[in-house]
């Protein structure tokens, strides 16, 4: 059975930081690319950050740059996403996905986690 489950989120001041991990389970885990994705109130879910299935790439969005960092343990079956300088409209729900490398038939989701930002 699959499984991705998100950890991590909650309320944080403007300017504070926190961790998402997210634990990987029923899959060859360092098979898949790794994503975050976000889903603020009334808009669609976009696309944070990437790590490639050996943590050797990564990506980000441009609000997000130089703020947050993916990285991956794939010994733990768990991707991280540290979270700096957080501002308000960093509030949603994140999404954990992963991405099967060369067969996109395989995509699985987390259930996600609320981050808000706020005072």
């Known amino acids: 059975q699959v499984q991705l489950v998100e950890s991590g989120g909650g309320l944080v001041q403007p300017g504070g930081s926190l961790r998402l991990s997210c634990a990987a389970s029923?899959?060859?885990?360092?098979?898949?690319?790794m994503n975050w994705y976000l889903q603020a109130p009334g808009k669609e879910r976009e696309l944070v950050a990437t790590?490639?299935?050996?943590?050797?790439?990564?990506n980000y969005g441009d609000s997000v740059k130089g703020r947050f960092t993916i990285s991956r343990d794939n010994a733990k079956n768990t991707v991280y996403l540290q979270m700096n300088s957080l501002k308000p409209e960093d509030t949603a729900v994140y999404y954990c996905?992963?991405?099967?490398?060369?067969?996109?038939?395989?995509?699985?989701w987390g259930q996600g986690t609320q981050v808000t930002v706020s005072y």
């Open positions: 996905n992963a991405r099967r490398v060369g067969n996109p038939r395989y995509v699985y």
């Open positions: 029923g899959f060859t885990f360092s098979s898949y690319v």
């Open positions: 790590i490639s299935s050996a943590g050797s790439s990564t």
